[in-house]
């Protein structure tokens, strides 16, 4: 069985920083594709940031040049860097990872969800 385990959400005034980790753990070969999502109340949920195997990622235009996305495909972990905060980033952000499982095909999973409050 193949859990996301997400970590590092909270309360924090505009202008913080915050890191968010997802470690993915089970039975499966490797990660494909990692990505941070968010969703607030009546909204769908919206693509945050997405990092590939090799390395390549991409961003939602409101997050680039204060958001990082990086991962250690060793730990089959994904962080998510935020920096300078804003209330618009509050939501609940969840961890998806699309993930090679032992019979070579994908399958698509995703965290429990974690709270991201950006308030003064």
């Known amino acids: 069985q193949v859990r996301l385990v997400e970590s590092g959400g909270g309360l924090v005034q505009p202008g913080v920083s915050l890191r968010l980790s997802c470690a993915a753990s089970?039975?499966?070969?490797?990660?494909?594709?990692m990505a941070w999502y968010r969703q607030v109340p009546g909204k769908e949920r919206e693509l945050v940031a997405r990092?590939?195997?090799?390395?390549?990622?991409d961003y939602a235009d409101s997050v680039k040049g204060r958001f990082t996305i990086s991962s250690d495909n060793a730990k089959n972990t994904v962080y998510l860097q935020m920096n300078d905060l804003k209330p618009d980033n509050t939501g609940v952000y969840y961890c998806?990872?699309?993930?090679?499982?032992?019979?070579?095909?994908?399958?698509?999973?995703w965290g429990q969800g974690t709270q991201v409050t950006v308030s003064s």
């Open positions: 998806y990872a699309r993930l090679l499982n032992t019979e070579y095909t994908y399958d698509d999973y």
């Open positions: 089970g039975s499966f070969l490797r990660t494909n594709l």
């Open positions: 990092i590939v195997w090799g390395g390549a990622s």
